[in-house]
């Protein structure tokens, strides 16, 4: 069974800049849910925290799909390997509708988001950086929308080893366990 309806705009793999294990675990947390849920394949933290790994594996468990969450030490090293195009989100970059139609005709991306402040060669080995509108918001809005612009929204269809699915209702909160 699919993970969801194949999304038809690329892959998307997720490094993550300036995470602080232990210091803001939900912001990072919150960042992995927005990358699973609206189709990214897999977030890499650096500096790695193994705990923020164990909470999606769990969430995974229970909702389905192949995510996961994964430590990065050398990430200017993963950068520069990466065999696709590397969007680094900054508010200082061009804009995302500008450069859409070149996003949307890669095969990979690996999109880089940083924390309170990124280290400056990031903008040098990034291939584009694109900003999600001129203004500053959070990691968590500009992957968000990123994503939403190249995938859209996923349907309410199980995902992959899903132990259950929500069934969208107007009141109320109905799930549905697989069998
Ligand atoms: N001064 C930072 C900067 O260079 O964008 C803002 C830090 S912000 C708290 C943390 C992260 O959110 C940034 O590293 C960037 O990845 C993302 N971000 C914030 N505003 C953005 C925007 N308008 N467009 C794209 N990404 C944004």
């Given amino acids: 069974m699919p993970r969801r309806s194949p999304p038809s705009g690329p892959s998307i793999e997720v490094l993550r800049l ?34 923020i790994a164990d909470r999606l594996e769990a969430v995974a468990r229970r909702w389905g799909g192949r995510f996961s969450v994964e430590g990065c030490v050398d990430w200017r090293g993963m950068i520069r390997r990466f065999d696709g195009v590397v969007v ?47 203004q500053p918001h959070s990691e968590v809005a500009g992957l ?16 992959a080893g899903a132990q ?7 009141r109320g909160k109905r799930v549905r366990r697989a069998r």
């Fill in 164 to 170: 259950q699915r929500i069934v969208p209702s107007a």
């Fill in 144 to 159: 968000a929308l990123l994503l939403y612009a190249l995938h859209g929204l996923p349907g309410p269809e199980r995902w």
């Fill in 88 to 134: 680094h989100l900054t508010m200082y970059g061009r804009p995302l509708p500008a450069l859409l139609p070149k996003l949307r005709r890669a095969r990979r991306l690996l999109a880089v988001v940083g924390g309170a402040k990124v280290p400056a060669d990031v903008y040098r080995l990034a291939h584009l950086n694109v900003a999600v509108g001129p």
């Fill in 18 to 51: 300036g995470h602080r294990p232990g210091r803001d675990p939900r912001l990072t947390t919150h960042l992995a849910l927005a990358a699973r849920a609206l189709g990214a394949e897999r977030l890499w933290l650096h500096p790695p925290d193994p705990a």
